[in-house]
């Protein structure tokens, strides 16, 4: 079976590549990054080491890969693919379209077979809005074909891989823990599914309570190692305040999505635990700047801090740690991050009052809106003074 996965970087080869190798893919990745690529091509192997006292390692092999600006041979590959995955980040989607629309339009041509296409990304709705893209460059006849043989059932994906600083450029070091949640009623009748992945029927809960909890509380300790000079996370989490701040914050997501979903209260309780340990992984060293990243992104409407934030508030829950993130965001002023140069300049521009409704969609007289930029005048001169 072959599957092609865009995105050979650190999701892409440290987990969704090995998990769909050891699930009997030979995996073909596309990707920009002409090195990695070569690299790839090459080898036809990367080595894949877990975060633990043991660093296992495993050896991902017959792997090859293409350039993803060869939009000829990217088509053809999605053409003969059985499978097509994504771990580009979120945005990068509607670049990526273009190539998968030209490869289904082949695809439909020459075989009767069904696809689908799962994209790995850290959004709501991920391969939904994949589809939209692909969508956008399909003829009328051949979107009428997709839409019964092209299937983008929603995923979400859970393995921290931080950025990886070893002598073999290939090599990736992931924590142990994995879990990639795939929306079974999306798929089509006779699907294979890959071994590894957990289906279900619907995936909302599971989405939001990995974004809300992993993802949200991640941001938190990143937003706010960054304001207390730490580099990691793993430094950041040993700050007992900065730790404690974390935990209120998945407190108050978690007690929106036990509302929202039912969840078991105790069982949530225990989620949230065992991830705040997997912040602290001794055999990890995360960049609070790589965890921080696209600010802009984490601060959209329905991302890890407004959309909790309004969730909580609409229950009648004080999101009053997830507003302190909020702030911590706005402060992210990371230089050689461009979502963090924007926001700054946005807010040099407009005030900050009016940037934060720019970017969360959360109008001036909301009272989330209002305790944000309370945190947010409060942590400057915090930080002025210190
Ligand atoms: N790293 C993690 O811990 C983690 C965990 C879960 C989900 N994710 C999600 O996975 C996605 C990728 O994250 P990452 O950490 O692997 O980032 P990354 O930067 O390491 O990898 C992204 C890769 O995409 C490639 N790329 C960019 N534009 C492309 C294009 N037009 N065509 C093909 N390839 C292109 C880049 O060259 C890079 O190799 C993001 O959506 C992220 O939120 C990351
Ligand atoms: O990839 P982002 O920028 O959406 O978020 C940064 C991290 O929180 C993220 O990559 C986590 O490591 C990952 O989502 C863990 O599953």
Redesign the pocket.
Known sequence: MRAVHFGAGN?GRGFIGLLLSQAGYEVCFIDVNESLVSLLQQKAAYKVSLANAAHDTMQVQGVTALNGNDIDRVAEAVADADLVTTAVGVNILKHIAGGIAQGIERRLTRSPLPLHVIACE?AIGGSTQLKEHVYAHLSEAARKSADTLIAFPDAA?????PIQHHEDPLEVTVEPFYEWVVERSSMLPGAVEIGGVHYVDQLQPYIER?LFT??TG??TAAYLGYLHGFATIQDAMADETIAAQVQQVLEETGAMLVQTYGFDAAEHSRYIHKILDRFRNPYLT?EVV??G??PI??LSPNDRLTRPALQAYALGLEPQYLELAMACALLFDYPEDPEAVELQSAIAALGVERALSEFTGIAADHPVHIQVVNHYHKLKQQVHSS
Request: with cysteine.
């Open positions: 999701i850290n994906v859970d393995r921290i891989v990995k992993v993802n991640h941001c995360d790589r965890v990243r696209s992104r984490k």
